[in-house]
């Protein structure tokens, strides 16, 4: 499987992943968020792309509202993340306040 490193509140941990899932859900064992399901509508599962934005598109309209919402402008929503792109060991994404 492949695999990914995760910061969550400045503590590094490799974390493996489907194809199939997105960062809210390959993290969910590690942070309590995505309480909406992955549908952008909660905004608990902020976090920042340190390194591998490049494999994802850019935040549509909705990512974008929710992003404002919730004051975190320049973030991502983990639930929008969809891994299936992205290369083994080639993301490392930043959660702030994450709880473990
Ligand atoms: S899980 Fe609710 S906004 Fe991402």
Redesign the pocket.
């Known amino acids: 499987m492949p695999s990914l490193k995760a910061i969550i509140n400045n503590l590094e941990t490799q974390v493996q992943y489907s194809e199939y899932d997105n960062v809210?859900i390959a993290l969910s064992d590690y942070v309590d968020?995505?309480?909406?399901?992955?549908?952008?509508?909660?905004?608990?599962?902020v976090c920042s792309i340190v390194s591998g934005e490049e494999y994802f598109p850019l935040p549509d309209f909705f990512e974008e509202e929710?992003l404002e919402y919730v004051g975190k402008p320049n973030h991502r929503?983990?639930?929008?993340l969809e891994l299936e792109n992205v290369p083994d060991n080639k993301l490392i994404i930043k959660v702030e306040n994450g709880q473990v």
Not at 34 to 42: E, L, Q, R
Not at 77 to 80: A, R
């Open positions: 809210m968020w995505g309480s909406c399901g992955g549908s952008a509508t909660c905004g608990t599962c929710m929503l983990g639930c929008q």
